[in-house]
């Protein structure tokens, strides 16, 4: 079993629809990142979040600590969304990186 | 602010063939993380520095896997000699340690080992 799971593997919508991506995780951590990978490959940081809700233009990302879960939420969901969504448990005492297998997020227009 | 910036974008060559693999952090930054992406495996932790120094090479794939970081503003991975399995994306990330501050990655090496 992995440390980090993510749920859906592939998620296919239309554009406008709300999205959801979970990841809930086996191991300790300091804070749990989300990622979003392009097609073309470049990595780049969503959020980063230890406790409670952040959010950014239309995404969201929530976090519950004592159940070790986080969700990522694309709200009017739009083609240039389209991408691998990666989340990664982050422990501050050993500075690693646990990532997740990935959610292949795909916006129909 | 340049970002992470990863030298070759991609990379080409034979098996048996020595690869190097260049990474310069952001300018502040004291933590260095080579990653590396494989469709089986996902993103990997091969080796993290910090302050220049070695901290945690544990996911160093074997002896012809090799990591330097001769100055804050500099590394290398080595690959020698390399073998086909070796093929992926390798990743050069960046961050602050002192407090939680996200990685910022760079774009990437695609490596191709024929």
């Known amino acids: 079993k992995n440390e980090v799971e993510q749920s859906p593997q592939n998620l296919t919508a239309q554009e406008g629809e709300f999205i959801t991506i979970n990841c809930s995780y086996s191991v300790g951590i300091s804070a749990l990142h989300w990622l979003q990978q392009h097609p073309g490959g470049g990595i780049v940081s969503l959020f980063m979040l230890s406790s409670g809700k952040k959010k950014h233009g239309r995404l969201i990302a929530t976090i519950n600590i004592q159940e070790k879960h986080s969700s990522l939420h694309i709200t009017a969901s739009h083609p240039r969304d389209s991408a691998v969504y990666i989340c990664?448990?982050?422990?501050?005492?050993?500075?690693?990186?646990?990532f997740g297998t990935g959610t292949r997020l795909t916006i129909i227009p | 602010d340049a970002g992470v910036i990863q030298s070759p974008r991609h990379e080409v060559t034979e098996m048996g063939q020595e690869v190097t693999l260049r990474c310069k952090p952001i300018?502040?930054?004291?933590?260095l993380f080579w990653y590396r992406q494989t469709m089986m495996r996902g993103l990997e932790l091969l080796i993290y520095?910090?302050?220049?120094?070695?901290?945690?090479d544990s996911g160093m794939p074997e002896d012809r896997f090799s990591a330097k970081m001769p100055n804050a503003s500099f590394s290398t991975l080595k690959i020698q000699p390399s073998e086909p399995r070796d093929s992926a994306v390798y990743f050069c990330a960046s961050t602050w340690t002192g407090g939680n501050q996200p990685q910022h990655f760079g774009d990437g090496t695609r490596l191709s080992i024929l």
């Open positions: 990664a448990a982050f422990n501050f005492g050993n500075e690693k990186l646990t």
């Open positions: 300018s502040g930054h004291n933590s």
């Open positions: 520095f910090n302050n220049n120094v070695p901290i945690d």
